[in-house]
């Protein structure tokens, strides 16, 4: 099995709008894969869909060659858009309760991000800043060492400064053959990074390219050809 | 898996129900130190301590259930469930810990409550009393045979699978009301008044279809023996687990697989 993640005419509705319209999809192993689209263009759903949060509407989603079950969220390593930290924890329980439930969890690996980012791992979830709280979890899910990162608007709600670091820890903390697929829409930003883009409009899948062809045969940057192509 | 998410889950709990649970008894020892100075000075204190044992023990009775519902839809269905969902864990193991735990802290409650007024009723007198009941509760137990142990347990057994029956039919009413996009809560009161309708039409449908035979069966038991008596009194309580156990598996079923196969978190 080469591909991570398959999409078979993966249709996803919800009432009054079509999410996904008859997508077909391969992602391969090994690439960090840029999921780039407009606002409701039907990335986080795509990504929901992965994870087995949301059910699809018909079609299939593969990953691994597998339908969303207990075996794919072993390898997943999922940062949602919203925070989902049990507030009445501290960084200390968050990181025991990642360690208890996922294998591949790396505990050196979260203190060392905490304390580069300067974030004291006794304190409260609750007292954070939505900053501070989207840092520690992009800190957990970046420690897994895990097959497939979903990584869902990940650097939207951080600092310039830590989005840096945290990109520079994305790259170099994965291994050859995990996959990362990073959803947004601030691509300047995390285009030093990607091998892939996917991009996406209203449910259609509009391009899938390597970001070397874009830059050589088209001759611009993936930030310029996505303006291009969503121009309103 | 179970056990870890039992942990978890007891902690989250605990935080709510030990301090109420440390509040109860703290009452109940001032409401016994007021009982035993009963001074006419101390009258207004006295009554505003009484008053807020008894708040006390209707909030832990409230919180038991209100903690069930939040607990199953914070950590489940809202934010949470983002993370509880993408654990490596079969659904049903959610819908086990949640249970498990809801039955823990409405059993603890029980006995919290129970504790803190013998605390509060403790005597000499009163200590003689409890024990004299005791004993004539179990030499009434030994007249009646192994018989009347029998429909004890059925009746611990009935109360538990009553509990957790109920329960289930409220994860049943939550997780059907968040198939809504926009009325989760209304959908949701109205899934949990729409179980009981259908409770009562089965059970009336089934008592309407056996009248006959149950009013016959209870008229002959009216000349039968005790020990006649004793068992029809099993067949009635093993007949009512059974109904309370059916009711709860088609719950847990539902819940089960909605969660598995509609699941729309947000």
Known sequence: ?232 | MLKKLLKYEIEATARIFLPMYALLIVFALINKFFIAVNADYLKIPQVISATLFVAIIVGICVMTLVVTIQRYNKNLLSDEGYLSFTLPVKTHTHIDCKMIVSLMWAVLSVLTSLVSILVLAANDKTMVTIQQVFIDCINLLNKVGPGGYMILLESLVLMVIGVLSQVLSIYAAITIGNLSSKHKILLGIGAYLGFGVIEQIITSVLASSFEGTISRYFESLRLAAVSDQVLAAQYVLLALVIYMFVFGAAYYFLTNWLLKKKLNLE
């Open chain 1, 1 to 232: 099995m080469e591909n991570i993640l398959e999409c078979q005419n993966l249709v996803k509705f919800f009432p009054g709008c079509l999410a996904l319209n008859s997508v077909n999809l391969t992602v391969p192993k090994g690439r960090i894969v840029g999921l780039l689209g407009p606002n409701g263009s039907g990335k986080s759903t795509m990504i929901k869909l992965a994870n087995g949060l949301i059910t699809p509407t018909s079609g299939k989603i593969l990953i691994d060659g597998m339908e969303p079950g207990i075996e794919t969220k072993k390898m997943i390593s999922y940062l949602p858009e919203r925070t989902y930290l049990n507030d009445w924890m501290n960084v200390n329980n968050m990181i025991e309760f990642f360690a208890d439930f996922y294998q591949d969890f790396n505990k050196q690996k979260a203190y060392d991000m905490l304390r580069r980012l300067g974030v004291d791992p006794s304190h409260r979830l609750k007292t954070m800043s939505k900053g501070t709280k989207e840092k520690v979890q992009l800190i957990l899910v970046m420690s897994r060492e895990a097959k497939l990162y979903l990584l869902d608007e990940p650097i939207g709600g951080v600092d310039p400064a830590a989005r840096d670091y945290i990109l520079d820890t994305i790259i170099s903390n994965y291994s050859e053959d995990a996959t990362i697929i990073i959803s947004t829409h601030l691509i300047a930003d995390v285009e030093k990074v990607l091998d892939e883009v996917i991009f996406i409009n209203q449910g259609n899948i509009v391009l899938t390219s390597t970001v070397d062809d874009i830059r050589e045969k088209e001759n611009k940057s993936v930030d310029a050809l996505f303006r291009e192509v969503f121009k309103c």
